[in-house]
């Protein structure tokens, strides 16, 4: 069964970083691209970039250059997305998502993590 | 301001077809950037119904259709089902934006 599984819910101040992962199962991680959106609480989705597992190629959306890293880590199977300086307009819950078809970033998603949930607060 | 622009809500009686657009323009969905479409129920991750603008994944009912023209798109949901009510969103790419992906602002599909 194709999955992706994502890390537990996340508590951070304004000014800290944040780490998600999302494991890969049912499937090579390196064959598809693995997408990361977020949707703020009552509001839709909102794309932050992706990245090529195969060979860490990344393409961040503009809102996002300064302050986000995409990596992976085939031999685990796992993505990560990092995010800098968190700010309270940063709360959101986060998905990862895998390409549908192999070999670009810009086919559909057809597989998600189930949400990881960030809270910024003081 | 998404850059694909959807409807905020459509609605329908069961068993009446709704169709819902989302327009771009020409550094994306005219650019030739494929358009998928995801369907999301209140405290669910998205689940892809459409991609390639046409084509459904396997367990997707074809009372679902994607078409696209120019630099829009259109989702159509035949026969509707009280089950549909949901949030529906489009999602493309832009060059303007180096390649970046986008999605529509999302529309509220009620079944009346």
């Known amino acids: 069964q194709v999955q992706l599984v994502q890390s537990g819910a996340e508590v951070k101040k304004p000014g800290a970083s944040v780490k998600v992962s999302c494991k890969a199962s049912?499937?090579?991680?390196?064959?598809?691209?693995i997408h990361w959106v977020r949707q703020a609480p009552g509001q839709g989705l909102e794309w932050m970039g992706w990245i090529n597992p195969n060979n860490g190629g990344t393409n961040y959306a503009e809102k996002f250059q300064d302050w986000v890293t995409m990596t992976s880590d085939a031999s685990i199977s796992t993505a990560y997305m990092d995010l800098r300086n968190l700010r309270s307009g940063d709360t959101a819950l986060y998905y990862c998502a895998r390409t549908i078809l192999q070999g670009a970033g810009t086919y559909g998603l057809d597989v998600w993590g189930q949400g990881t949930p960030v809270t910024v607060s003081s | 301001q998404s850059v694909l622009t959807q409807p905020p809500s459509v609605s329908g009686a069961p068993g009446q077809r709704v169709t819902i657009s989302c327009t771009g323009s020409?550094?994306?969905?005219?650019?030739?950037?494929?358009v998928h479409w995801y369907q999301q129920f209140p405290g669910t991750a998205p689940k892809l119904l459409i991609y390639?603008?046409?084509n459904r994944p396997s367990g997707v009912p074809d009372r679902f259709s994607g078409s696209k023209s120019g630099t829009s798109a259109s989702l159509a949901i035949a026969g509707l089902q009280a089950e549909d009510e949901a949030n529906y969103y489009c999602h493309s790419h832009d060059s303007s934006l180096g390649g970046s992906g986008v999605f529509g602002g999302g529309t509220k599909l009620t079944v009346l």
């Open positions: 020409s550094s994306n969905i005219g650019a030739g950037y494929d």
């Open positions: 049912g499937y090579t991680l390196t064959d598809h691209y």
């Open positions: 390639g603008n046409t």
